[in-house]
């Protein structure tokens, strides 16, 4: 049986604390920036400890302070510099839209938020239709998808309505209007080009005779 000090698994195994020893300092200089991504991410709760919403306000000017306080860091250490600037110039080229959820109600966070919540108005309408592919539903609706409750009852829906001044009311169906003629032209334009190229010239030769009639 060969000796301890001379057993080649023992060599092997002595060479895991010397690469440990080796890559120690740039370890702990990952392990450092880590902590940045994550009290970053942090900052942007939408909620504080105690389950209170947050101003954007108060985040922006969080978020700024820990901006300021990574530019700090990157003057005294050098090698952080290349990640500060990184972090900084992504949070500052994103600044216009980082805030909008706190300004927003119930308006997610975060893109991950934003795929379950399609995700999941996908899956109802999938449900309900029957149909696999539900694109034309959210290209017809559009932002007005938001708006739909599945959890609530007919009451509840009634009782929200009524909430609608009727003014908001016309103005919210004149725009869905106006998507649905948008849909509609591209429709026609894609599986009846002929008869639209025809009801196109139509309108022209109106327009220019009118025009020429004045």
């Not at 300092?25 to 919403?53: C, M, N, S």
Request: net charge positive; hydrophobic share 40%; aromatic share 10%.
């Amino acid at each position: 049986m060969p000796e301890k000090r001379g057993h080649p698994l023992l060599a092997t195994l002595l060479t895991i604390p010397r690469l440990r020893l080796r890559y120690a300092q740039l370890y702990q200089r990952v392990e450092r920036q880590r902590t940045w991504i994550i009290e970053l991410a942090q900052l942007f709760e939408v909620q504080d400890k105690l389950g209170h919403p947050r101003t954007a306000r108060q985040v922006k000017r969080e978020v700024a302070a820990f901006l300021k306080r990574l530019e700090q860091t990157a003057r005294e250490r050098p090698d952080d510099r290349p990640v500060v600037a990184h972090i900084v110039k992504e949070v500052r080229h994103r600044w216009w839209g980082l805030f909008t959820c706190y300004r927003v109600p119930n308006l997610p966070s975060s893109n991950n938020g934003l795929e379950i919540f399609f995700k999941d108005l996908k899956h109802h309408q999938r449900r309900i239709t029957g149909r696999k592919a539900v694109h034309e539903f959210m290209l017809r609706y559009g932002p007005f998808a938001a708006f739909i409750d599945y959890a609530e009852t007919f009451d509840d829906l009634v009782k929200r309505l009524r909430q609608v001044s009727p003014a908001d009311f016309v103005k919210a169906r004149v725009a869905l209007q106006k998507v649905e003629t948008r849909l509609k032209k591209l429709y026609r334009f894609r599986h009846h080009p002929k008869e639209y190229y025809q009801a196109l010239e139509t309108r022209w030769e109106k327009a220019v005779a009118a025009r020429q009639a004045r």
